[in-house]
């Protein structure tokens, strides 16, 4: 890590601190890689330096063939596998079935059942018996997302939800990620600071909120999938 600054080199052994301790305490603890360039970053330090930890992604059905690439480029790079989680067929089929194949836009209760199906359900399976899941997320990502702890119970699921990232910049995030040399999303850069499915994902102008792009139509107290709490936000009285 030589080639780092002072200062993200810090971040970086925090970050790993973080990823050791979770598997010291927690032992079975899996990434939910999100395949954006915050996991780029977890990705490399985890296959690189904390393997014990498993990560896995959800192909919900509706990726951009960029992310595809990207799984396909980090695999190559580590020479590892991917997990990867679908939606359960007979489950998606009913919901498209009843809703239609873009139904999500009719409401937010919609667009939530379609979250549920295609993302909440494998995410589900897939930490089912895990002591601790850990996240990419940033607390400059959304003024909710600033409200989170490094490590916190998530009742939910019914494990500790472990975030090594908190403190980091978008700026050291991509530092990184040019020091290193390490593939990212093509989408990245075309203005999509977060990446989702296709249809409910969309590049951001400049000074927008980095979650903006995502679920653009609805209020930006609801942009989330149900993998993280929709915390309130908001002044004491």
Not at 8 to 34: G, I, M
Not at 153 to 179: M, T
Request: charged share 30%; with cysteine; net charge positive.
């Amino acid at each position: 890590m030589s080639d780092l600054s002072k200062t993200l080199r810090e971040r970086t052994e925090d970050t790993l601190s973080h990823l050791r301790s979770a598997v010291a305490e927690f032992k079975n603890v899996c990434y939910a890689n999100s395949l954006g360039s915050e996991s780029v970053v977890l990705t490399d330090l985890i296959w690189s330096l904390v393997p014990e930890i498993e990560i896995f992604s959800i192909d919900t059905g509706r990726l951009y063939p960029e992310t595809y690439d990207l799984i396909e480029r980090l695999q190559q790079r580590y020479g590892r596998t991917l997990t990867l989680y679908y939606p359960k067929t007979s489950d998606l089929e009913g919901w498209v079935g009843k809703n239609g194949i873009n139904g999500f836009r009719d409401s937010l209760e919609q667009r939530h059942g379609c979250c549920g199906v295609r993302k909440v359900e494998p995410f589900r399976r897939a930490v089912s018996g895990r002591g601790a899941w850990v996240t990419g997320i940033r607390r400059g990502q959304s003024a909710s997302r600033a409200l989170a702890a490094p490590v916190e119970w998530d009742g939910q699921y019914g494990l500790h939800k472990v975030s090594p990232l908190l403190e980091w910049s978008e700026n050291e995030i991509w530092e990184y990620i040019r020091k290193k040399r390490l593939p990212y999303n093509a989408l990245h850069d075309r203005g999509f600071p977060s990446i989702g499915c296709a249809p409910c994902t969309r590049a951001v102008q400049p000074g927008e909120d980095e979650r903006s792009g995502r679920w653009w139509w609805e209020r930006s107290d609801s942009r989330e999938c149900g993998l993280h709490p929709r915390r309130q936000v908001g002044f004491a009285k």
